[in-house]
């Protein structure tokens, strides 16, 4: 336990924005996995999946095909 | 954003043309200053007691030479392809994209003046002189700012996440070069960074590694969900892995740099965290290389014909292996055996010639054919480039890595009486075998770049002359 301890009393303002940042993206990162694996958007991400084939002709500019 | 019609639309190509012709003579300039080093590593006597040609100056020509002017140009032109065919669009301002290619091509010549010169700051991978530093800044800022308005002005409702990737590098290399860059100038060719000690090489580092993750990795990722699609005639296997793929990387790969300072006077944690999140990083990664591997399912037979989809599959071997061999020498106890030795070297380079150079000769490729709107000169060269540059980087990295295993146990290697067995000298000798291995390894994937510039030369003249012939025909 020794190797987690911190002195709290010492932190600067410096130290608690890094701690800030780091929790911040910690819980964004965990987000992005809800957001991501949440069932109900699996559609709207795979219908994107061949946006590289549309501009070969066979897509319009909006990605509908003609 | 959506567009009411199917109106073909007027791609700004010019520059693009002129970034792909710019790093396919980059990539056989940089590769050829690469083995010239590694062959004064074998044979010193060829550095000719000329100090401008010695390792410790032409080694990071090299490594600018293939990071920022071929890597730099194959990002830039297939960031411009990408982003107005996906986007439908033209570039935001022309103007300001020949603004960036001439600027790019001066930071290069300045490099190409000044580090045989010996004006180094010292720090790995920023090596250029304080004001060149400021010339990068206003360049990429450049390119930024077309970039996000080209994706502002776009007319298809969904930004595809190839963009993504190259945005998420604009946004981070800015960040990493500028803080990293910050120095107080003495005269024009000296300065000093403004930070100390280990504040310095964790700086240093959080560039370093960051360069590495945003510019090599994301921008290339970036090449990687565009043209195994269009090469492959397949959708990309899951576009929601794709997103978590980007955001993962962009999230994680900050965390890493320390991972390079183990057993330093970086506090301990800092390392620990550089480690763990190392290993964290496999997931997105391995996913990133399944998910490119896998959106040729159905279409596997093509490798056979479709040599340029055999550089860009490859490339996605490499990518994974370099993914999973960079945070196993992470983890302290593999890094105490590894941190100094040519295994790094080893490492780097299976990134570099494997992944980053591999995605790079077949999106260059493909991007060649549809630029000049014909047929390579000879697919048969193609191939042969392939071959070349598999067998090529395969000796050199596997050169590498032996020869750091074995630098490693012998530096550590002591005897009953707690005495190192060898001496240092004694480990330089036992290399020299690899070191011939990696000149000749290194000389073959250069062959391989000289042979594209050869195939894509004559590509471009036929194409010229296929367009004065039948100027009607060229024009549709």
């Known amino acids: ?66 | 954003m959506e567009a009411t019609n199917a109106t073909p639309v007027k791609y700004d190509m010019d520059v693009v043309r002129w970034f792909t012709i710019a790093a396919i003579i980059f990539g056989v300039v940089g590769t050829f200053i690469g083995v010239y080093v590694a062959s004064e590593l074998a044979w010193p006597f060829l550095n000719f007691d000329i100090p401008e040609i010695t390792f410790g100056r032409l080694r990071p020509l090299h490594t600018n030479a293939v990071i920022f002017a071929f890597g730099g140009n194959v990002l830039f032109a297939t960031g411009y392809y990408i982003v107005q065919r996906t986007g439908a669009t033209k570039l935001w301002s022309n103007k300001l994209a020949w603004f960036h290619f001439w600027g790019w091509q001066a930071i290069i010549i300045c490099a190409v003046i000044t580090l045989p010169m010996g004006m180094s700051q010292g720090k790995e991978y920023a090596e250029l002189p304080w004001w060149v530093d400021i010339m990068i800044a206003v360049v990429w800022l450049s390119y930024g700012l077309n970039y996000v308005m080209t994706n502002a002005i776009r007319k298809t409702s969904h930004m595809y996440v190839s963009n993504w990737f190259t945005m998420g590098m604009i946004v981070m290399i800015t960040y990493l070069h500028v803080v990293n860059s910050l120095a107080i100038p003495v005269d024009w060719a000296t300065s000093y960074s403004i930070y100390s000690g280990v504040q310095d090489a964790m700086i240093q580092w959080w560039w370093g590694h960051n360069a590495v993750g945003f510019y090599l990795t994301g921008g290339f990722l970036g090449i990687m969900y565009y043209f195994i699609p269009k090469q492959s005639g397949r959708p990309v296997f899951s576009y929601r892995l794709s997103v978590l793929h980007f955001w993962t990387l962009t999230f994680g790969y900050v965390w890493l740099g320390a991972h390079h300072l183990q057993y330093t006077a970086l506090p301990d944690w800092t390392g620990s965290l550089g480690a763990a999140i190392s290993l964290a990083m496999i997931i997105p990664s391995w996913g990133g290389a399944m998910n490119g591997m896998m959106t040729l399912s159905g279409a596997w037979d093509k490798l056979r014909t479709d040599y340029i989809l055999r550089f860009l599959v490859t490339a996605m071997a490499f990518y994974a292996m370099s993914t999973f061999d960079g945070p196993v020498m992470a983890i302290k106890s593999v890094n105490a055996l590894s941190h100094y030795t040519d295994w790094t070297v080893g490492h780097v380079h299976a990134g570099a010639l494997g992944w980053m150079s591999m995605i790079s000769f077949g999106a260059l490729y493909h991007m060649v054919k549809k630029l000049w709107n014909t047929e390579m000169y000879s697919d048969r060269l193609v191939n042969v480039h392939f071959w070349i540059a598999l067998i090529g980087a395969t000796t050199y990295v596997v050169a590498m890595w032996v020869s750091g295993i074995m630098q490693g146990l012998m530096w550590r290697d002591y005897d009953e009486y707690g005495t190192l067995t060898y001496t240092f000298v004694e480990s330089v000798s036992a290399m020299h075998p690899y070191y011939v291995m990696r000149a000749v390894g290194g000389a073959i994937f250069n062959l391989g770049t000289w042979i594209m510039l050869f195939n894509v030369v004559m590509t471009v003249r036929q194409a010229s002359a296929s367009r004065s012939a039948n100027p009607v025909a060229a024009r549709a």
């Open chain 1, 1 to 66: 336990m020794d190797y987690l301890h911190t002195d709290w009393a010492a932190m600067s303002r410096n130290d608690w924005l890094g701690v800030f940042f780091t929790v911040a993206a910690f819980v964004a990162m965990i987000a992005v996995y809800i957001m991501v694996f949440n069932p109900k958007n699996k559609d709207a991400f795979d219908s994107q999946s061949d946006m590289a084939l549309r501009d070969e002709g066979e897509y319009n500019n909006s990605g509908d095909k003609k």
